[in-house]
């Protein structure tokens, strides 16, 4: 499968933002999902994901209650709507899926990554 990510851009702190990830080459419905992100001289962060039941797997402390991830498997899409951004959540974000029984931590495949800056 290949995923490609959008929706990245420069926001003020407080406004929303949604990401989405485009899967070609396979069905998602094949796959857990995940999204990550990297911040500057930080190691990658792993914030939430949809397993092959699509049962959510908690967020990260960092984005609870902020951030939220959807799939939709009849466009083979996936999203993650970010809102009350914060400046530490800037960083490169990136899709990631696993084809079971691959964890969704240790993903098989990820989107090149879309970058989210969020000025104060």
């Known amino acids: 499968v290949q995923l490609q990510a959008s929706g990245g851009g420069l926001v003020h702190a407080g406004d929303s933002l949604r990401l989405s990830c485009a899967a070609s080459?396979?069905?998602?419905?094949?796959?857990?999902l995940g999204w990550f992100r990297q911040a500057p001289g930080k190691e990658r962060e792993f914030l939430t994901g949809?397993?092959?039941?699509?049962?959510?797997?908690p967020y990260a402390d960092s984005v609870k209650a902020r951030f939220t991830i959807s799939r939709d498997d009849a466009t083979n899409m996936l999203y993650l709507k970010m809102t009350s951004l914060k400046p530490e959540d800037t960083a490169v974000y990136y899709c990631?899926?696993?084809?079971?029984?691959?964890?969704?931590?240790?993903?098989?495949?990820w989107g090149q990554g879309t970058l989210v800056t969020v000025s104060s």
């Open positions: 080459g396979d069905t998602l419905s094949n796959y857990g």
């Open positions: 990631a899926a696993s084809l079971y029984p691959q964890p969704i931590l240790q993903p098989n495949y």
């Open positions: 949809i397993n092959w039941g699509s049962r959510t797997i």
